[in-house]
Every structure is written in C-alpha cells, then in structure tokens.
C-alpha cells in the first residue's frame, strides 16, 4: 500500500459503535467492566485509550514498524527509550542533537549512572573510537538541528549491532515521509509529533516505533508505569495531522528546494546548510537515505546585527521556536533553541551568532521567498 492509502486508514477502522468514519475522541478515564476481571481489552485510561491506540498504530505503520507508543511531548518520549538502558550502560549521541535532548541526558539521566559520549557522528570513525564494552545504545539525529549535518544509517547500524547495541534515531525533522530509518536497519525511530506529524502548531506530543518484541514490551511497561502519556484529544490531532502528510511534506520539499536555491545565490547569506544543495558535502548521502529534503534550512548573515536585522524584519515568516508547521517559523539558535550550549561548543558547531534557522511552511513559495527577500535588503 502507498504511503497515503496508510496515513489515511492504518489504525482507523471506523468505529465499531456507530461506524464514525473518524475515530472519535475517547474522553474518558475509566471503562464500565461486565464482571469480575470481564472487560472489553479497556480498564483506565493511561493503560489504554482506543484514540492513543489509533495514533500509535498509525504512526507505526508510516515508519513500517510493528509497535508504536505515543507520549505527552518529544522529550517525554526521549526520556522513555532511555529507560532502556540502565545504570552502568554506556551511550553514544549524535553532538548537535536537539538542545532539550542535550540537557535530558547531561543534566538528569546523567546523574542515575547512564554515561554518554557525544561524539560527531556524520564521521563513522568517531563513533568506532568512542564505543566501549558497555555501549548499549547509539542514539542519533539525522538531519541535525540547525546545521543540517546527516548520519549514515546504515553504516550506524551496522556498527552498533556487530557490537550489540541498538541504534535510535531521532526522525522529527524529515518524518516518515522523507526518511525511514527503519530500513536501514536502525531499532527505534522517535518523534516530537509536536512538529511535522501533528504539523498544525496545535499540539505538544511524541511518540517511539520500533520492531523488537522485547523491547516493546518494556516501552509499554514505561508508558504505563511512568504515565507521560498522549492525551485523546492530541492523539486525534496527530491522526488529523498525519492523514495529510505526504502533500504537506511535498510541498515543504518543494518550497524549502526553491527557497535553500535563492538563499544561496542571495549576496547577504555567507553560507547555507542544506543538505539539497549540491554544495552540502554529504549531498550523496542526503540522496541516498532521504525521499527529499524536506522544509528545514539554516544560513548565516555573518553577525548578530544582520541576524536581528532579518528576524526582525520578516513580515509572513514568524519569529518562534519549534518547526514543521503550516507557518513559516523562523529563529535564532544561538539565543532560542541553542542558549544552553556552550559558547565553545556553538562556534564549533557552527551555530554562530548570525546563523538563521528556517522552517519553511506551507504559504505561496513567491510570498516566502519575497519575504526573505525584503528583510535581507534590512541588513546594513
Ligand atoms: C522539538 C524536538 C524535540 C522535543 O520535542 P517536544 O515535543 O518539544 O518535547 C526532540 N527532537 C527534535 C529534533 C525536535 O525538533
């Protein structure tokens, strides 16, 4: 089946009690049992909700997994993979991971007895040298935010289970559509739904795909036991969000190409980071692993004035945090998303002070790109 046909029907039967042909918002707590240990398959809702339960199986199925887990935001659900590996276990981190995934690991899972090694992962040697009898886990992000820096998943994968460890991927910045890690052989594949799934900028969600039985049963387990769970209305967000996916992400492909082509060719913009354009240097991977670009783009003015001059001087495009909406979202990383990085390690990232992120929405191309256009010609 196309991706479409899935995102429009997989989990989604219409309801058995009135034959709703969308799944109704389950707004319940509890569930009336028959007798004595007789129920329907429900007894409280933060074990089962029919609605969370139509998300999970509809994200699994786009990712082409068999086991979904939707929590109450992105990080809640970083925070119950995690709860796979225990005091003792060592794991490895892409180094520009997303900001709120840097802080979960240093500053709280660091301090029950998980060790992390953060190391460059877009160089497979860096993760050779950095793993240790007690890695149990790879975990990356691919593309990385904001420098749009990609890891080969296969080559991650191969790695990680020659030693036996797994290999998780962060998938929020190109969702299913683009990228299915899965396929190359990575274990667990997470997102923040809050973004290009739900994609409304309405919602705050997360949710974990993966295969392996075992493993699944412990996410379970984790979801139950620590209750950071997706609510039924954002659940049913989620479904709306994802029955229109793939023309979203057509359309983000196609606008991010043709606005990554005029910030390249713009006399203002000093660099790009965009993995589309022919002078991104893992362009070839970019081909090889993803079905497209996708809407995120980052450039650089050159200094902190000509970045204000720009963020302030957009006019359609919306100065905020967060990405992969209907609305053109742009930031500043080095003040926004990226504050807590160390000065030290943001200029070696390339997350200098005149560094732009982009997430280019869904309004007319030309209005984007003019938009852009008239706040550069802002830059002294
Ligand atoms: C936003 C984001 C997260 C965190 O998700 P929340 O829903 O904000 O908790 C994790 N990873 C990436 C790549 C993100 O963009």
């Not at 199986?57 to 225990?86: H, W």
């Not at 276990?89 to 899972?109: A, P």
Request: negative net charge.
């Amino acid at each position: 089946m196309g991706f479409s046909t899935t995102a429009i029907h997989a989990g989604q039967e219409p309801d058995p009690t009135t034959g709703a042909v969308t799944v109704p918002i389950y707004q319940t707590s509890t569930y009336a049992q028959e007798g004595l240990g007789r129920h329907k398959g429900y007894e409280y809702a933060r074990t089962q909700n029919p609605t969370r339960a139509a998300c999970e199986q509809n994200i699994a199925a786009l990712e082409g997994a068999r086991f979904g887990f939707a929590f109450a935001s992105g990080m809640a659900a970083i925070d119950a993979t995690l709860r796979l590996v225990k005091a003792g276990d060592h794991v490895i981190v892409s180094d520009n991971t997303y900001g709120g995934t840097y802080r979960l690991f240093t500053r709280i899972l660091a301090n029950y007895g998980i060790e992390f090694t953060f190391v460059d992962t877009t160089d497979l040697s860096n993760v050779e040298a950095a793993l240790k009898d007690n890695t149990r886990m790879i975990y990356v992000e691919t593309p990385t935010n904001p420098v749009m820096m990609l890891t080969d998943l296969q080559a991650v994968a191969d790695l990680a289970h020659a030693r036996g460890a797994r290999v998780v991927c962060d998938n929020t910045f190109l969702s299913p559509y683009l990228q299915r890690p899965l396929e190359f052989g990575v274990d667990i594949v997470l997102h923040s739904t809050t973004k290009y799934l739900n994609g409304h900028s309405d919602g705050v969600g997360g949710v974990v795909v993966l295969n392996d039985e075992q493993d699944a049963e412990w996410l379970g387990f984790v979801q139950n036991s620590v209750g950071a769970i997706l609510s039924p209305f954002d659940s049913w967000l989620v479904l709306r969000g994802t029955k229109t996916l793939a023309l979203r992400m057509e359309q983000h492909d196609r606008s991010g190409r043709a606005v990554a082509a005029f910030l390249e060719e713009h006399p203002k913009v000093q660099k790009l980071y965009y993995p589309g354009s022919l002078s991104h240097r893992q362009h070839e991977l970019a081909e090889r692993q993803q079905r497209g670009f996708g809407g995120m783009v980052a450039f650089d003015v050159g200094s902190l004035d000509n970045a204000r001059a720009v963020l302030e001087g957009v006019k359609i495009c919306t100065l905020a945090e967060s990405l992969g909406a209907v609305e053109s979202l742009i930031s500043h990383p080095a003040t926004m998303t990226h504050a807590a990085v160390l000065p030290e390690t943001r200029q070696r990232l390339g997350i200098t002070d005149g560094l732009v992120r982009l997430s280019v929405g869904l309004e007319d191309t030309d209005d984007i790109i003019a938009d852009l256009d008239q706040a550069l010609g802002k830059i002294k």
